[in-house]
């Protein structure tokens, strides 16, 4: 349609509407999803405003593409076809927080790092840790139940809503839940838009919940010569009874990737690492740090146990920017967020390489051990169509393989544009027709972030 960033000064003011550009059409990684194409970005400022803008676009057949941080490594919040980009970013203000009752009310344009700063300086955390944090937005968050390295203890973003406000189609806000901890008197709205990446709503506000923070956060770090030394470590964490906050692991070719930033020297001979970190009082988490430690030693190259908070916190800046390490090998990635059975751990990272060989890519393995979600990496140069092909292929190979195992082909990311039609893989058939009837009865129109989820 032409002139719909004009006609759009007739729902919004004129600094609140504009012309996209670049970084509104693509993802963080500019990886397989391309650049997308969209007639006007919208910058609504209230929840009343993101409920004009959708009551405009569904009357006139225009299609929104909402959009958060832009962090997102599925393609979720690009636009495929034209439409409007609606961004959540002036959606910024802390509506309430009520510390002795260990909850917020933030609005879906409040960064991740702001949420962990405020509880922080009130002595309490919100747990959901995943990456980008000073970029990605609470919104995006729920809106693709972001996890993190801390998950395995204390769940993934969804576990932490209690309530949610929404605009659905053709322009209605809506509140489900809200400043409480137990709702079952309807069927269960809030968990749909959890996770549904903006196709049946766009979340404008969240509560969340808060826990008191933890006294300290002690890691260890096992060095491993390679993945069945590794992943026999994991699972003697997992049969030992301790509980820690995190299991993560690192397969070779991304330790060799992120190795020359770590904090201390690597072995150069290791080929798998292992983080895992007890929290809680001081002297239990000492203690389970310490059982983290004679658990991990059998078969490790080298065992790093920081105790000092900086210390601390340096290694998990170095995990934090591990993601960005890899993309900076070749500019372009592929990371499939799938999930495995924990007894298959081992098999998804051999698997990995074996792929990576036959397609003549390079693949790697790295992410949550500790619940399974691991993020399979393909690397290519953006420019050679040719190796983007047999990443492609590759990662077709991969879809096939984790279905085999009973897994799932998205923990945190969502689905996206990136990976279209794989549902069809995993879901049962019958299953597949109630997820479309959910889409109908929604979003009847198809407009709500269209060719997503599918």
Known sequence: MAGITTALTSVLSRDAVAEP??????????????????????????????ARVMSWCYANDVPITPRGGGTGLAGGAIPLDGGVVLSLERLSRIRQFDPLLWRIHVEAGVTTGAVHRIAREHGLRFPPDPGAAELSQIGGNIACNAGGPHAFKYGVTGAWVTGLEAVVPPGDVIRVGGPIRKDVAGYDLKSLLIGSEGTLGIVTAAWLKLIPAPEVELPVVGFYPGIAEGVAAIERILGSGIVPAAIEYLDGTTLGFAAGSFPIEVPPE?????????????????????????????????????????????LWRWRGGVAFAIIAQKGGAIGEDVVVPLDRLGEIAEETLALGERHGVVALSFGHAGDGNIHVTFLHVPEDEAEAERVHAATAELYDFVVGLNGSLAGEHGVGWLKRGALEKQLDPEALVLHRKLKQVFDPKGLLNPGKKA
């Open 270 to 314: 290791a080929g798998f690492m292992v983080i895992a970190e007890a929290d809680g009082a001081a002297e239990e988490a000492r203690r389970i740090q310490w059982e983290l430690v004679e658990t991990l030693e059998e078969d490790a190259l080298r065992i790093y146990a920081p105790e000092r908070p900086d210390d601390v916190a340096e």
């Open 21 to 50: 550009e670049a970084h509104h059409l693509t993802g963080i990684t500019g990886r397989g999803g391309g650049v997308g194409r969209a007639d006007a970005v919208v910058f609504p400022s209230s929840p009343e405003e993101v």
